[in-house]
């Protein structure tokens, strides 16, 4: 079975009840095994409202949580190098690596973020 990526903002759509987003993840779901990345368990947490704590923890524990290793640090810090000219978030690209090298999609909102050809994404449906 693969592996779906979600990134932060996904995760944080789900925590705020939006339909879209939960529809998007029961589909995209179906064949593959829901992943975050630790970094996103901390972008979650640094976002997270006081009312959401029990529903977060629920959320992380039903996730595989992929560690960052030094090969994920390595690549994410060469994918940041190489676009010196945009505004990557650090963050952003220890997400892609751990995709890269776990061979994982990663779901996201914001294709922008993600501009390496090294993964593969796929867009979140996301409301405004």
Do not use: Q, W
Request: glycine fraction near 6%.
């Amino acid at each position: 079975m693969s592996k779906l990526l979600l990134d932060s903002d996904v995760l944080i759509d789900l925590l705020r009840g939006r339909p879209a987003t939960r529809e998007f993840l029961l589909a995209a779901t179906r064949e593959s095994v829901p992943c975050c990345s630790a970094i996103s368990v901390a972008e979650v947490h640094a976002g997270m409202r006081p009312d959401e704590s029990e529903a977060t923890t629920a959320l992380l524990d039903g996730l595989v949580i992929l560690p960052v290793t030094r090969a994920i640090a390595e690549l994410a810090g060469s994918f940041k190098r190489r676009d010196r000219g945009r505004t990557l978030e650090l963050a952003d690209c220890l997400i892609a690596a751990t995709a890269a090298l776990e061979g994982a999609t990663l779901a996201t909102g914001n294709l922008r973020d993600y501009p390496m050809p090294e993964i593969t994404l796929l867009r979140a449906r996301r409301e405004r």
